[in-house]
């Protein structure tokens, strides 16, 4: 090896291991950035339900998470779930506006939901589903939109839907990946 | 029995049937209450952290969730948690203000947690904790309040706080119950 090519290995090798450093350091920073995320940049959308505005917070399928699952919903007047159920623990923080949650309690006696009960809900209110109750939230108001925080365990999350509050149990229509979950999906 | 005490008899069991009815709605309304609540009737407090405002939405000792924690946490202009790390899945929304998250990724080499990374969250964003990460959140801003909903899985907390970045893992303080917790525990 003459002088010349000692000097270019040596240049190589620097600059291999500059990009080296470069590389960890941008895996280091791209790994730490998703620690931290703009709400408003995270994808979302009506996912087929007209006035919804639905974004995955915190996701399992996305974003690894095991244990827990956090979307922001903005529901405009008029828009409600589907009558479903499911068996994880949910919890809802409303941000603002106002509407109805309607609840059937599951009793296993019954072979269908039967007649809900309706509880309103508003601004600055925190609301829970008993696991696999039967329940639909809808934004009963006819001007405000209804926003809230939802919480749910054991994600991803698996949805029966009911066509109305007399179809049974055993009819109810499993929805898995539901909408929202089918990007991030590996069968 | 005369046609006296016979009409006595009667009514006592029409009052008594009605009274019966009107326990088991009672009964039923009362459990049902509790599904939504005003967020701020629910007692909170510092619990010994100037600036604080803690409110547990949804509570495993209180209200019985297995899976999932939610708070509603206001820090005042300085306020900050305790430098800390718990074994569960933490999510925050941030509703309003700004400031940073310190954390210091674990590495099964380290002894303690070192010098930790800053990262600015403010209001419409989302940050999480990875598990047993060491972390704290302050309020770096002079003059508003930093609100945020969090989540945590695995309730009850079970917080491991360190006097500061330096402190070996080995001599974290655990705090259990939490502070908020203690007034729902039964040892």
Redesign the interface.
């Given at each position: 090896m003459n002088w010349k090519s000692g000097i270019v290995m040596e240049e190589f090798l620097w600059i291999s291991s500059l990009m080296a450093v470069s590389l960890v350091c941008w895996w280091t920073d791209s790994s730490?950035l998703d620690?931290?995320?703009?709400?408003?940049e995270?994808e979302g959308g009506d996912y087929g339900r007209p006035g919804l505005s639905h974004v995955t917070?915190?996701s399992s399928l996305r974003?690894g998470?095991?244990?827990?699952e956090?979307w922001?919903q903005t529901f405009g007047p008029g828009t409600r779930t589907p009558i479903h159920r499911h068996a994880?623990?949910e919890?809802f923080?409303v941000?603002k506006g106002g509407g109805t949650?309607y609840?059937a309690a599951a009793s296993s006696s019954d072979d269908r939901p039967g007649t809900p009960?309706g509880?309103?809900?508003g601004s600055?209110?925190?609301?829970?589903?008993?696991v696999n109750d039967v329940h639909q939230v809808w934004n009963t108001d006819e001007e405000q939109d209804l926003q809230f925080?939802v919480?749910?365990?054991?994600p991803p999350v698996k949805v029966y839907t009911y066509q109305d509050w007399n179809t049974k149990h055993a009819e109810a229509k499993l929805m898995f990946p539901y909408h929202w979950d089918r990007n991030f999906f590996t069968p």
């Amino acid at each position: 090896m003459n002088w010349k090519s000692g000097i270019v290995m040596e240049e190589f090798l620097w600059i291999s291991s500059l990009m080296a450093v470069s590389l960890v350091c941008w895996w280091t920073d791209s790994s730490r950035l998703d620690l931290v995320r703009n709400i408003s940049e995270i994808e979302g959308g009506d996912y087929g339900r007209p006035g919804l505005s639905h974004v995955t917070v915190a996701s399992s399928l996305r974003d690894g998470f095991d244990e827990v699952e956090v979307w922001l919903q903005t529901f405009g007047p008029g828009t409600r779930t589907p009558i479903h159920r499911h068996a994880c623990e949910e919890v809802f923080v409303v941000l603002k506006g106002g509407g109805t949650l309607y609840l059937a309690a599951a009793s296993s006696s019954d072979d269908r939901p039967g007649t809900p009960v309706g509880f309103p809900i508003g601004s600055n209110t925190t609301f829970r589903i008993p696991v696999n109750d039967v329940h639909q939230v809808w934004n009963t108001d006819e001007e405000q939109d209804l926003q809230f925080v939802v919480v749910i365990s054991r994600p991803p999350v698996k949805v029966y839907t009911y066509q109305d509050w007399n179809t049974k149990h055993a009819e109810a229509k499993l929805m898995f990946p539901y909408h929202w979950d089918r990007n991030f999906f590996t069968p």
